[in-house]
Nanobody, 117 residues
Framework: QLVESGGGLVQPGGSLRLSCAASGFTFSNYYMSWARQAPGKEREGVAAIYIGGRSAANHADSVKGRFTISRDNAKNTLYLQMNSLKPEDTAVYYC????????????WGQGTQVTVS
């Protein structure tokens, strides 16, 4: 099970921190990713991380330097720190585990809405 939280309404330039609480699988064995889907658009990968450490993370060019993915394997929780938010970041954000490497998505959580306006 994956439960995302932390979304909301924020002004441009603001910050949010998303969390994804995972259960029912061995969290530390999985690549973990954040993806987003804006209205009328396809879901796109935002950031992905392997077991741990900033050197194990990848970020999409559209968010590089503004968003940071991290994980706490002891708490089975994935995070996404989002700074300098822009209106184009508005979307439903999902977390996903994967065993197929970075940007692999085995299944999704229910998502959390982020609105920048």
């Amino acid at each position: 099970q994956l439960v995302e939280s932390g979304g909301g309404l924020v002004q441009p330039g603001g910050s949010l921190r998303l969390s994804c609480a995972a259960s029912g699988f061995t969290f530390s064995n999985y690549y973990m990713s954040w993806a987003r889907q804006a209205p009328g658009k396809e879901r796109e990968g935002v950031a992905a991380i392997y077991i741990g450490g900033r050197s194990a993370a990848n970020h999409a060019d559209s968010v590089k330097g503004r968003f940071t993915i991290s994980r706490d394997n002891a708490k089975n929780t994935l995070y996404l720190q989002m700074n300098s938010l822009k209106p184009e970041d508005t979307a439903v954000y999902y977390c996903a585990p994967g065993l197929g490497g970075y940007w692999s998505f085995d299944y999704w959580g229910q998502g959390t809405q982020v609105t920048v306006s």
